[in-house]
Protein backbone atom coordinates (compact mmCIF):
# COMPACT_ATOMS: atom_id res chain seq x y z
CA UNK A 1 0.00 0.00 0.00
CA UNK A 2 1.76 3.27 -1.26
CA UNK A 3 1.58 5.55 1.26
CA UNK A 4 -0.15 9.83 -0.19
CA UNK A 5 2.60 12.42 -0.39
CA UNK A 6 1.04 15.22 1.98
CA UNK A 7 -0.50 18.25 -0.11
CA UNK A 8 1.38 20.84 1.87
CA UNK A 9 4.83 19.38 1.31
CA UNK A 10 4.08 19.50 -2.49
CA UNK A 11 3.31 22.91 -2.33
CA UNK A 12 6.09 23.91 0.12
CA UNK A 13 8.37 21.97 -2.46
CA UNK A 14 7.39 24.13 -5.40
CA UNK A 15 7.39 27.48 -3.05
CA UNK A 16 11.06 26.80 -2.62
CA UNK A 17 12.02 25.93 -5.58
CA UNK A 18 10.00 29.05 -6.72
CA UNK A 19 11.74 31.15 -4.23
CA UNK A 20 15.32 29.64 -6.06
CA UNK A 21 14.75 29.72 -9.82
CA UNK A 22 12.28 33.26 -9.89
CA UNK A 23 15.02 35.47 -9.78
CA UNK A 24 16.99 33.35 -12.67
CA UNK A 25 14.04 33.42 -14.37
CA UNK A 26 13.61 36.86 -14.27
CA UNK A 27 17.22 37.80 -14.96
CA UNK A 28 16.77 35.36 -18.04
CA UNK A 29 13.59 37.05 -19.50
CA UNK A 30 14.59 40.59 -19.19
CA UNK A 31 17.81 39.77 -20.85
CA UNK A 32 16.19 38.64 -24.15
CA UNK A 33 13.36 41.96 -24.33
CA UNK A 34 13.76 43.47 -27.34
CA UNK A 35 13.18 47.07 -25.61
CA UNK A 36 15.62 49.48 -24.69
CA UNK A 37 15.35 49.04 -20.80
CA UNK A 38 14.73 46.55 -18.16
CA UNK A 39 11.40 44.73 -17.81
CA UNK A 40 10.01 41.68 -17.60
CA UNK A 41 7.48 39.74 -18.67
CA UNK A 42 9.93 40.56 -22.21
CA UNK A 43 8.38 42.76 -24.76
CA UNK A 44 9.33 40.75 -27.94
CA UNK A 45 12.11 38.44 -28.06
CA UNK A 46 16.01 39.47 -29.19
CA UNK A 47 19.52 38.33 -28.37
CA UNK A 48 20.59 42.12 -29.27
CA UNK A 49 21.95 42.61 -25.99
CA UNK A 50 24.15 39.66 -25.72
CA UNK A 51 26.09 41.40 -28.86
CA UNK A 52 25.93 44.46 -27.27
CA UNK A 53 28.36 42.80 -24.41
CA UNK A 54 30.90 42.52 -26.80
CA UNK A 55 30.39 45.41 -28.85
CA UNK A 56 31.21 47.76 -25.80
CA UNK A 57 35.20 47.65 -25.14
CA UNK A 58 35.00 48.19 -21.56
CA UNK A 59 33.09 45.08 -21.10
CA UNK A 60 35.19 43.09 -23.08
CA UNK A 61 38.48 44.49 -21.64
CA UNK A 62 37.15 43.28 -17.78
CA UNK A 63 35.83 40.07 -19.32
CA UNK A 64 39.52 39.47 -19.70
CA UNK A 65 40.93 41.23 -16.63
CA UNK A 66 38.13 39.07 -14.43
CA UNK A 67 38.99 35.57 -16.20
CA UNK A 68 42.87 36.31 -15.82
CA UNK A 69 42.72 37.54 -12.42
CA UNK A 70 40.75 34.76 -10.62
CA UNK A 71 42.96 32.09 -12.90
CA UNK A 72 46.00 33.36 -11.07
CA UNK A 73 44.33 34.08 -7.91
CA UNK A 74 43.13 30.47 -7.35
CA UNK A 75 46.47 29.24 -8.43
CA UNK A 76 48.05 31.33 -6.47
CA UNK A 77 45.76 30.77 -3.42
CA UNK A 78 46.08 26.65 -4.00
CA UNK A 79 50.02 26.69 -3.85
CA UNK A 80 49.92 28.44 -0.48
CA UNK A 81 46.79 26.47 0.59
CA UNK A 82 47.17 23.37 0.45
CA UNK A 83 51.05 23.02 1.84
CA UNK A 84 49.43 25.05 4.61
CA UNK A 85 46.59 22.64 5.16
CA UNK A 86 48.61 19.97 4.70
CA UNK A 87 50.90 21.57 7.68
CA UNK A 88 48.06 22.27 9.82
CA UNK A 89 46.74 18.58 9.82
CA UNK A 90 49.96 16.67 9.58
CA UNK A 91 51.33 18.30 12.40
CA UNK A 92 48.59 19.90 14.06
CA UNK A 93 49.73 18.74 17.81
CA UNK A 94 52.99 20.40 17.20
CA UNK A 95 51.67 23.39 15.72
CA UNK A 96 49.68 26.43 17.85
CA UNK A 97 46.11 26.55 17.86
CA UNK A 98 45.60 29.90 17.04
CA UNK A 99 47.58 29.41 14.24
CA UNK A 100 44.63 28.03 11.68
CA UNK A 101 42.49 31.07 12.73
CA UNK A 102 45.25 33.11 10.80
CA UNK A 103 44.00 31.75 7.27
CA UNK A 104 40.25 32.32 8.58
CA UNK A 105 40.84 36.28 9.00
CA UNK A 106 40.56 37.14 5.53
CA UNK A 107 36.76 35.75 5.69
CA UNK A 108 36.63 37.29 9.41
CA UNK A 109 37.14 41.04 8.13
CA UNK A 110 34.71 42.61 6.40
CA UNK A 111 35.60 43.16 2.14
CA UNK A 112 35.17 46.56 2.35
CA UNK A 113 37.74 46.59 5.20
CA UNK A 114 40.32 44.59 3.71
CA UNK A 115 40.05 46.19 0.31
CA UNK A 116 40.31 49.90 1.87
CA UNK A 117 43.22 48.41 4.00
CA UNK A 118 45.04 47.10 0.74
CA UNK A 119 44.48 50.29 -1.12
CA UNK A 120 46.10 51.84 1.92
CA UNK A 121 49.38 50.05 2.49
CA UNK A 122 49.59 48.64 -0.99
CA UNK A 123 47.90 50.22 -3.53
CA UNK A 124 48.86 53.90 -1.87
CA UNK A 125 51.60 52.91 0.23
CA UNK A 126 53.86 50.73 -1.82
CA UNK A 127 52.95 52.29 -4.96
CA UNK A 128 52.51 48.85 -6.14
CA UNK A 129 50.59 48.25 -9.34
CA UNK A 130 47.05 47.65 -9.89
CA UNK A 131 46.71 44.70 -11.37
CA UNK A 132 48.88 43.32 -8.77
CA UNK A 133 47.52 44.85 -6.32
CA UNK A 134 43.94 43.11 -7.28
CA UNK A 135 45.65 39.97 -7.69
CA UNK A 136 47.12 40.12 -4.18
CA UNK A 137 43.27 41.20 -2.77
CA UNK A 138 41.57 38.60 -4.45
CA UNK A 139 44.57 35.97 -3.55
CA UNK A 140 43.69 36.87 0.28
CA UNK A 141 40.06 37.03 -0.30
CA UNK A 142 39.95 33.22 -1.35
CA UNK A 143 43.09 31.53 0.55
CA UNK A 144 40.56 30.85 3.53
CA UNK A 145 38.34 28.46 0.88
CA UNK A 146 41.39 26.81 -0.10
CA UNK A 147 42.34 26.04 2.99
CA UNK A 148 39.86 24.66 4.76
CA UNK A 149 38.09 22.86 1.66
CA UNK A 150 41.83 21.34 1.44
CA UNK A 151 41.94 20.72 4.85
CA UNK A 152 38.48 19.03 5.01
CA UNK A 153 39.64 16.17 2.62
CA UNK A 154 43.13 15.59 4.92
CA UNK A 155 41.10 15.37 7.88
CA UNK A 156 39.76 12.09 6.66
CA UNK A 157 43.40 11.07 4.96
CA UNK A 158 45.07 8.22 7.08
CA UNK A 159 48.85 9.95 7.19
CA UNK A 160 50.01 6.58 8.52
CA UNK A 161 50.18 5.83 4.46
CA UNK A 162 52.38 8.82 3.98
CA UNK A 163 54.53 6.98 7.12
CA UNK A 164 54.54 3.60 5.35
CA UNK A 165 55.84 4.68 1.95
CA UNK A 166 58.83 6.81 3.50
CA UNK A 167 59.82 4.33 5.95
CA UNK A 168 60.50 2.08 2.63
CA UNK A 169 63.03 4.52 1.25
CA UNK A 170 60.49 7.02 -1.08
CA UNK A 171 61.30 10.89 -0.55
CA UNK A 172 58.97 13.23 1.34
CA UNK A 173 57.84 15.70 -1.46
CA UNK A 174 58.16 12.40 -3.77
CA UNK A 175 55.56 11.05 -1.30
CA UNK A 176 53.55 14.11 -0.90
CA UNK A 177 52.64 14.06 -4.95
CA UNK A 178 52.54 10.44 -5.69
CA UNK A 179 50.36 9.75 -2.34
CA UNK A 180 48.64 12.53 -0.20
CA UNK A 181 47.78 15.01 -3.54
CA UNK A 182 46.05 12.42 -5.33
CA UNK A 183 43.59 11.34 -2.54
CA UNK A 184 42.74 14.72 -1.46
CA UNK A 185 42.30 15.79 -5.10
CA UNK A 186 38.31 15.64 -4.92
CA UNK A 187 38.83 18.85 -2.15
CA UNK A 188 41.51 20.34 -4.60
CA UNK A 189 39.21 20.53 -6.81
CA UNK A 190 36.44 22.06 -5.09
CA UNK A 191 38.63 24.57 -3.55
CA UNK A 192 39.63 25.98 -7.00
CA UNK A 193 35.53 26.24 -7.74
CA UNK A 194 34.53 27.84 -4.80
CA UNK A 195 37.72 29.87 -4.97
CA UNK A 196 37.40 30.93 -8.88
CA UNK A 197 33.61 31.69 -8.65
CA UNK A 198 33.96 33.73 -5.25
CA UNK A 199 36.77 35.93 -7.13
CA UNK A 200 35.30 36.75 -10.48
CA UNK A 201 32.02 37.69 -8.57
CA UNK A 202 33.50 40.07 -6.20
CA UNK A 203 32.57 43.47 -5.56
CA UNK A 204 33.81 44.96 -1.99
CA UNK A 205 37.15 44.49 -2.18
CA UNK A 206 37.73 45.07 -6.02
CA UNK A 207 35.83 48.14 -5.77
CA UNK A 208 38.73 49.74 -3.36
CA UNK A 209 41.52 48.34 -5.67
CA UNK A 210 40.59 49.38 -9.39
CA UNK A 211 41.91 52.11 -10.89
CA UNK A 212 42.31 53.56 -14.09
CA UNK A 213 42.39 51.52 -17.31
CA UNK A 214 42.33 48.09 -14.72
CA UNK A 215 38.80 47.18 -13.73
CA UNK A 216 36.96 43.78 -13.04
CA UNK A 217 33.28 42.75 -14.91
CA UNK A 218 31.26 43.21 -11.09
CA UNK A 219 33.11 46.52 -11.25
CA UNK A 220 32.26 47.49 -14.41
CA UNK A 221 28.26 46.35 -14.93
CA UNK A 222 28.44 48.82 -11.31
CA UNK A 223 29.47 51.80 -13.86
CA UNK A 224 27.04 50.84 -16.75
CA UNK A 225 24.17 50.84 -13.96
CA UNK A 226 24.66 54.44 -12.95
CA UNK A 227 24.68 55.43 -16.69
CA UNK A 228 22.02 53.13 -18.44
CA UNK A 229 19.51 51.33 -17.66
CA UNK A 230 18.82 48.48 -20.72
CA UNK A 231 19.29 44.80 -20.43
CA UNK A 232 23.02 44.67 -21.43
CA UNK A 233 23.29 44.11 -17.65
CA UNK A 234 20.73 41.12 -17.50
CA UNK A 235 22.82 39.33 -20.27
CA UNK A 236 25.90 39.54 -18.57
CA UNK A 237 24.39 38.54 -15.03
CA UNK A 238 22.79 35.32 -17.66
CA UNK A 239 26.66 34.96 -19.12
CA UNK A 240 28.10 35.01 -15.55
CA UNK A 241 25.41 31.87 -14.53
CA UNK A 242 26.11 30.27 -17.45
CA UNK A 243 30.45 30.29 -16.97
CA UNK A 244 28.97 29.07 -13.41
CA UNK A 245 27.22 26.16 -15.15
CA UNK A 246 29.83 25.41 -17.42
CA UNK A 247 32.41 25.19 -14.71
CA UNK A 248 30.08 22.52 -12.76
CA UNK A 249 28.88 20.78 -16.22
CA UNK A 250 32.88 20.46 -16.63
CA UNK A 251 33.32 18.78 -13.63
CA UNK A 252 30.55 16.39 -14.16
CA UNK A 253 31.43 15.25 -17.10
CA UNK A 254 35.04 14.58 -16.25
CA UNK A 255 34.92 13.43 -12.47
CA UNK A 256 31.33 13.16 -11.40
CA UNK A 257 29.53 15.83 -8.62
CA UNK A 258 29.66 12.82 -6.10
CA UNK A 259 33.45 13.05 -6.63
CA UNK A 260 33.63 15.83 -5.26
CA UNK A 261 31.86 14.17 -1.93
CA UNK A 262 34.05 11.57 -1.00
Same mark, same amino acid.
Given at each position: $???? =?????? #??????????????? =?????????????????????????????????? &???????????????????????????????? &? /???????????? *????????????????????? $???? /?????????????????????????????????????? #??????????? =?????? &???????????? =???????????????????????????????????????????? $??????? $???????????? *???
Amino acid at each position: $MTSR =INPLLI #LFTVVVYIFLMGPLI =IVLGASVSDTTYLTFPPQGLTLRWFENIFEISAF &RRTIITSLELAFLATGLALLVGIPAAYALNRY &R /IKLPSWLSTVFV *LPILVPEIVLGFSLLKSVAVG $METP /IFLTLLIGHMLLVLPYCVRVVSASLASFDFSIEEAAVS #LGSPPVKTFFT =IVLPNV &RSGVIAAFILAF =ITSINDVSTSLFLTGPGISTLPIQILAHVEQFFDPTIASVSVLL $MLLTVAV $MAIVERTLGLTF *LAK
